[in-house]
Nanobody, 115 residues
Framework: QVQLVESGGGSVQPGGSLRLSCAASGSIFSDNVMGWYRQAPGKQRELVASITSGGRTNYRDSVKGRFTISRDNAKNTVYLQMNSLKPEDTAVYLC?????????WGKGTLVTVSS
């Protein structure tokens, strides 16, 4: 059983910053991919960024240069530092763990960017 618990969401003005955290617990193997997805109202879920256990990262184009994903393997925790936030970044952000071909999801944390 794997559990993912997100934290760090909230409301911020355009141009502001937030840092999301996701702690994983349970049967986690060392070879995995952790990532952040987001889903805005009426839109499909989309990948924001991912990072392998070896540290290789992947970002969607719209967040490159603004968001940074990182992880602490000792703590089974992944982070998403979000800078220069825009209203279009508003969404529920969900943590994902891909291990042994299986996907696990957190419940999500709401990020609202508005003036």
């Amino acid at each position: 059983q794997v559990q993912l618990v997100e934290s760090g969401g909230g409301s911020v003005q355009p141009g502001g910053s937030l840092r999301l955290s996701c702690a994983a617990s349970g049967s986690i193997f060392s070879d995995n991919v952790m990532g952040w997805y987001r889903q805005a109202p009426g839109k499909q879920r989309e990948l924001v960024a991912s990072i392998t256990s070896g540290g290789r990262t992947n970002y969607r184009d719209s967040v490159k240069g603004r968001f940074t994903i990182s992880r602490d393997n000792a703590k089974n925790t992944v982070y998403l530092q979000m800078n220069s936030l825009k209203p279009e970044d508003t969404a529920v952000y969900l943590c994902n763990l891909l291990v042994l071909g299986m996907d696990f999801w957190g419940k999500g944390t709401l990020v609202t960017v508005s003036s």
